[in-house]
């Protein structure tokens, strides 16, 4: 969509928070790392122009159609996600430029603040998209991608890749691979032709 900002625009963004994206029916709750400026710039989540989130989304078929969240996301696309259960979140509240400025401590608060929404909102799954970050928030130093042998308040938990485009680990097709599992896992997707699961 064209938005752009200047250094000094994004730096005044610094330590802001960005509301969490809730629906009444959460089925699939993302929880990102913390907001980055451009997010917080825009109060939408993952905004930045290089990140795969919504691309990746897309490919998995979590959602229908693009969604471009560069100049902030529209009511009407919110609608969208809420509609198909998904809910976005982060683990620390204050953007910063990297997420390599937050302290372990504002990560291990996160946590336990996360275990709280989920205790309130119930979704079927909980998806952290960064496994360095969740195994700082959770004290679990050998956690690996995908799903985690606990659960939390009841939801399944899984660690799921940044899409962040510092993390040159991942494509949009790998991430969408791993985000279509995690949608099968919630019910937002079917489950795969013959693995004789049905969503709940």
């Known amino acids: 969509m064209g938005r752009s900002f200047s250094r000094a625009e994004l730096e ?21 790392i913390n907001p980055g ?14 990140n795969r989130f919504y691309p990746a989304l897309l490919r998995a078929g979590v959602i229908e159609e ?6 902030g996301m529209s009511e009407a696309e919110r609608d969208v996600l809420r509609r198909r259960g998904i809910a976005i979140t982060n683990l620390a509240r204050r953007a910063t430029a990297k997420a390599s400025e ?6 291990v608060e996160g946590g336990e603040r996360l275990r709280a929404l989920v205790a309130e909102v119930r979704p079927r799954v909980v ?16 956690a690996e991608v995908g799903p985690q042998p606990e659960t939390m308040a ?19 097709a790998t991430l969408a691979e791993a985000y279509a599992e995690v949608g099968r896992a919630a019910g937002v997707l079917p489950p795969l032709p013959g693995s004789g699961t049905m969503p709940s």
């Open 12 to 32: 005044s963004f610094r330590d802001a928070e960005v509301p969490d994206l809730v629906g009444p029916d959460v089925r699939l709750l993302f929880v990102g």
């Open 154 to 172: 009841g939801s399944a938990l899984w660690v799921v890749p940044n899409p962040s485009g510092l993390n040159a680990h991942e494509t949009v």
């Open 102 to 107: 937050l302290s372990r401590a504002e990560l």
């Open 127 to 142: 998806a952290v998209a960064g496994v360095t970050a969740y195994r700082s928030a959770f004290g679990v130093p050998r």
């Open 37 to 50: 400026l451009w997010t917080a710039a825009t109060g939408t989540h993952f905004a930045h122009p290089g």
């Open 66 to 71: 693009p969604i471009d969240p560069a100049a």
